[in-house]
């Protein structure tokens, strides 16, 4: 990447701030030729600098209609905590405690400003999540109850860190979710609390579902036994 210039991050930068709004309210960038212009660049520079934000989902091709902005795949934050977590940057203590502190501003936003649809969807979860008697099935409710309330928060950039943090915890919490299903009195009880969410996103009042969105990672971190050896860390993502 070096070869095609010595500062590439502002190389993307700039070719991204040339955007111009198209007739039907994309974002899109300047032809090759005029791009080669504005930046006094060769041509096959500039076809590089475009394939490689092609490559990180930053841009759309169509043949014949031009060069579009397009928002990337969250995956880009799920590499960034994966890293992070195998070079020992960051723990999965520090990843959940990240978590809890997001998700309890998340469920105040949820419950201003959810839509029937959505609250319904939720309940639907939410009785997944206690009548299911498979366990993967109940675990992938569990993360898509919490993904939904990130949706229903209403903020892009809140549902691109959410799900950056929670795809990571998914992977290397699998197996307390399991431990914590496996044990009749643990699953009871967060259970209890993930009903609880319900009730207070319902009510609207935004104190309620941020007590009860704190009770439920309280009980959650009681039943399950929080701490990680550290050693187990790197173990637990490789899988």
């Known amino acids: ?7 590439l991050l502002d190389r993307l930068k700039e070719f991204v701030s040339v955007s111009e ?10 032809a090759e030729r005029a791009l080669c ?15 490689l934000l092609q490559s990180l989902g930053f841009i759309e091709r169509k043949q014949g209609s031009g060069t579009f902005l397009k928002m990337p795949e969250p995956v880009f934050i799920q590499l960034y905590f994966e ?29 201003v400003n959810h839509q029937p649809h959505e609250l319904k969807r939720l309940e639907l979860l939410c009785e997944k999540i206690v009548t299911s008697s498979d366990v993967l099935e109940g675990i992938q409710a569990d993360y898509e109850f919490h993904e939904l309330l990130a949706i229903m928060a209403k ?35 967060t ?18 579902a941020r007590q009860a969105m704190h009770d439920h990672f309280e009980t959650w971190n009681q039943q399950t036994m929080r701490s990680f050896p550290k050693a187990e860390d790197s173990s637990l993502f490789a899988e």
């Open 1 to 7: 990447m070096s070869q095609i210039d010595p500062n």
């Open 21 to 30: 709004l198209s007739k039907d309210g994309r974002l899109k960038l300047p």
């Open 37 to 51: 212009e504005h930046f006094d660049m060769h041509r096959s520079s500039v076809r590089n600098v475009l394939s």
């Open 83 to 111: 890293l992070a977590l195998k070079l020992n940057y960051i723990s999965v203590d520090h990843l959940e405690t990240a978590r809890e502190m997001f998700e309890k501003e998340i469920v105040q936003a949820a419950a």
């Open 155 to 189: 903020n892009p950039a809140i549902l691109i860190i959410f799900q950056g943090l929670s795809s990571v915890l998914k992977k290397v919490l699998h197996q307390r979710r399991i431990l914590a299903r496996q044990s009749k009195e643990a699953q009871k009880k």
């Open 191 to 208: 259970n209890e609390t993930h009903i609880a969410i319900v009730a207070a996103v319902k009510t609207r009042d935004r104190e309620l």
